[in-house]
């Protein structure tokens, strides 16, 4: 019969057959290394994304509001994330971060607004 051990300490498992670990201890850790090069990504994005929803709901209190793209870009706005885009009836194309939007018109300016629950 074939010793098997566990992935992570390399303890002799006694057990299932389909057992890969001697305990949650070493499954955890064994997992979270696994999963560290993607977990560092995802929450730099996620970190961005969440600072870019604050700025656009401090600017927004109101639900809409009109502001200069440099004032987003001052607050440390990063117009590169955003999490969905969409595009109206009419082809206007909003922006958003979570629930909080924008879309820009002329002269680098920016509508704020906030998700209606029609809006998908």
């Known amino acids: 019969m074939e ?3 566990c992935l992570e300490c390399g303890t002799v498992l006694r057990g299932r057959k389909d057992q890969k670990f001697c305990c949650d201890q070493c499954r955890n850790t064994f997992n979270n290394r696994q ?3 993607a977990n560092k990504y995802v929450r730099r994005v996620n970190n961005i994304l969440r600072k870019n929803r604050r700025i656009l709901e401090k600017l927004n209190p109101k639900g809409k509001a009109t502001v200069d793209g440099i004032h987003l870009a001052e607050e ?5 994330y955003f999490t969905n885009i969409y595009k109206t009836q009419k082809g ?3 922006y958003f971060c979570y629930e909080q939007g924008y879309q820009k018109i002329e002269n680098d300016q920016y509508i704020l607004v906030v998700k209606q629950e029609y809006v998908k």
């Open 92 to 94: 206007t194309i909003y």
């Open 76 to 80: 440390g706005f990063n117009f590169h």
């Open 35 to 37: 999963n560290e090069d």
């Open 3 to 5: 010793k098997r051990a």
